[in-house]
Nanobody, 121 residues
Framework: VQLQASGGGLVQAGGSLRLSCAAS????????MGWFRQAPGKEREFVAT????????IYSDSAKGRFTISRDNAKDTVYLQMNALNPGDTAIYYC???????????????WGQGTLVTVSS
């Protein structure tokens, strides 16, 4: 499956952004969709994931209470609403699809190209 992420940009601390990730195949073929991020000089890390039912979700500690993941299976799209952003959230954000529900990168077989989020102080 091909994934196209969008919605990144430059935002001031405290601001919000909504990322989108459109899949080229029907959502039922990739029940798990997630967001990861990679800051300069750091390893890629888990942010959030969501199961097919648009109910079951997992968040990283840094994302809890600030970020919300959702999906629209009719549009084969997953979203990441990010609020109360801070400079520590600056990274390239990647969406991913797989069939293993969890936080490990190895459970995701398809990756988008990434969208850059920059948070200024």
């Amino acid at each position: 499956v091909q994934l196209q992420a969008s919605g990144g940009g430059l935002v001031q601390a405290g601001g919000s952004l909504r990322l989108s990730c459109a899949a080229s195949e029907r959502s039922i073929r990739h029940p798990v969709m997630g967001w990861f991020r990679q800051a300069p000089g750091k390893e890629r890390e888990f942010v959030a994931t969501i199961w097919w039912n648009d109910v079951n979700t997992i968040y990283s500690d840094s994302a809890k209470g600030r970020f919300t993941i959702s999906r629209d299976n009719a549009k084969d799209t997953v979203y990441l609403q990010m609020n109360a952003l801070n400079p520590g959230d600056t990274a390239i954000y990647y969406c991913a699809a797989g069939d293993t529900y969890g936080t490990s990168l190895s459970g995701y077989k398809s990756w988008g190209q990434g969208t850059l989020v920059t948070v200024s102080s």
